[in-house]
């Protein structure tokens, strides 16, 4: 077997599985290789009957003493019993629905059984435990890895192939990172790091292997970032000139906020630099990014260049091109709109207004990126919600300008300076770590199942009051069923109206609705034609519904803190009080304790620090942040020392060997090139 040999040529696996297994990105040997566990079950402790620890699964060696009973309870449950002893004790084994079971046990053999141990002396039992012969320790007296699966792929199949994978290929594997480096950091060998990060003899071993394989990828993004950066050092940009902030203040109905002033001056200072921008604005929502991104605009236009802002979604370009409009009126500057739902003539006529430069930012969606738009002297593009956008269709409209123009791109996603250098390692960063002055924080509770009744009560009082209601529902795990998302959200709101709100108004959005239908319903809700609002996470990103003062999450221990801060930024955007309301009925003190954070504070920065610490940065690098390489590690969830070293790491080598042309770099290099290979440009 060789690292590229097709996962179609492994015994068991046929047309259906591989098929399957492409789902998971899986096509050859490395891949699975590379497909690390997400979790790991401690199958390593063996007890006795007698001394099995109530409620904690064990291994038990066992003889089986009897042949194994079938019975049929009814139709579609049959159960399988049979009695097993070791030294001292016996218990009862029953299996559901498990026939094969019968024939698979067989009297007078001994197995070891993975279970929970219930109930006490003779009435000692086990149900649905894995189990196998004595001496096997395949599924038993190991610690097991736990791998993302997909429908008709089960963890033992996984867990076989890739046992399959390390047994033909560990040997052929070769060491990348340079010897020097790997003792300088004390890092395990590759082939150690495979064999142990899937089949780990210890959790010691675990450890080293995952710090290894952490390490080696963020090194790896870490010189592919440098690499982007250097590029873009030795490019030319269009150079603004700095007008006096006050000229622009004027323009503001309010005075800026200190964090304002600060991202605004180093906007100012890298669009006058004559190297192009590539800066990051990451404020909380309602932090004031727009004028930063008006001042931007207003630059660019006072020296002769054009700008041109992309919102994730048509409503979301409607706000900003009311806001922006009014706000840049009186310095004589022409903001047009730019979406899809443009009639043809209309859009022409934006065309033409563009090309001869009559108009100085464009406001829009991805019609921003179709062919028919030509910039007369585009030097500023300002992407919000960066989430959504890829680094390709920033370039996309990029490359309408002649010269490579100024990027910003705007986040309301805070996310911890440290680790934002390294997921947006190629942005410069300013931070609006401070909100304009005059908001009431939004009032937020944690509450249990036997509040309901009270909850919907208050949800009828703000809306007797004139105001909107959102109720956010959990996505549906992978691998559930594709259509349980549309039927929860879709069901709850349907029996919401039917029983609970028969005389309100209630809709519903979920995400494999149309993208048309989506931004339909959430534009009756924002036109206030809907009292509440039920979704899953479709709105975190955002509309901005001033009148919208409630917001619920169901089940909201299933939802990150960053998260549900994001979805509380959904209301508290008028002048009304507002609420968001938890529901869990986990009482885990560590949820408890979590979900807390989110009563306390409303600073996006303290909350996301406190995601960090609690689940580790695997969401954060699981989402794919704006087309940067996908991590593997996102599904480690690594620690933050090892983040930083890796960086420096990076760094020292680049400095003493900035092209990695050392023969002792070259597999670095290969591995660069390989985890940036869908954005090969970088090393242009
Ligand atoms: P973000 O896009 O960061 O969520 P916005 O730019 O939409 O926030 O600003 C939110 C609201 O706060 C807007 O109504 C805006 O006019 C107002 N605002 C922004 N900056 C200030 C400020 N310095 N003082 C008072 N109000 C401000
Ligand atoms: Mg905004």
Known sequence: MKLDTPIGEFPGVGQVRQRALERLGLRTAEDLLRHFPRDYEDRTKLCTIAQAPEGESVCVRALVAETPRLSRIRKGLELTKVRVVDDFTSMTVTFFNQSYVK????PGESYVFYGKVEGYGRARQMTNPVFEREGAARFTGRIMPVYSLT?????????GLTQRALEGCLEQVEETLPPALRQEHALAALPFSWQHIHFPGSFEELALARRRLIFEELFYLSCGLAFLNKRRGAESGPVFSPGPAEDFDALLPFSPTGAQRRAMAELAADTSSGRPMNRLLQGDVGSGKTAVAAYGAWLARKSGFQSALM????????????TLSSLLAP???KVALLTGSLKAAEKKKVYAALESGEIDLAVGTHALLS??????????????????FGVEQRAALAAKAALRPHVLVMSATPIPRTLA????GDLDISVLDELPPGRTPVATYLVGEDKRQRMYGFVRKLVGEGRQAYIVCPMV???????????AVTAYAQQLQAQVFPDLRVAFVHGKMKAKEKEAVMASFAAGQVDVLVSTTVIEVGVDVPNAALMIVENAERFGLSQ???LRGRVGRGKHQSYCVLISENKTPETLERLKVMTQTTDGFRISEEDLKARGPGDFFGKRQHGLPQLRISDLAGDMRVLKEAQQAAEELLRSDPALEQPENRRVLDQVRRLFAENPDIFN
Request: hydrophobic letters at 40%.
């Open 103 to 106: 024939d698979a046990l067989r």
């Open 151 to 159: 429908h008709g792929i089960s963890n033992n199949l996984l867990a």
């Open 311 to 322: 919102a994730p979604t048509e409503i979301l370009a409607h706000q900003h091109y009311t």
């Open 331 to 333: 310095a004589g500057m």
């Open 371 to 388: 062919e028919g738009v030509v910039f007369s002297r585009l030097g500023l593009v300002v992407t919000d919600e960066q989430h959504r």
């Open 421 to 424: 250098l390294i997921i947006y």
């Open 477 to 487: 795990e992978e691998g559930e069923e594709a259509t349980a998302e549309l039927k």
């Open 564 to 566: 549900l801060h994001q």
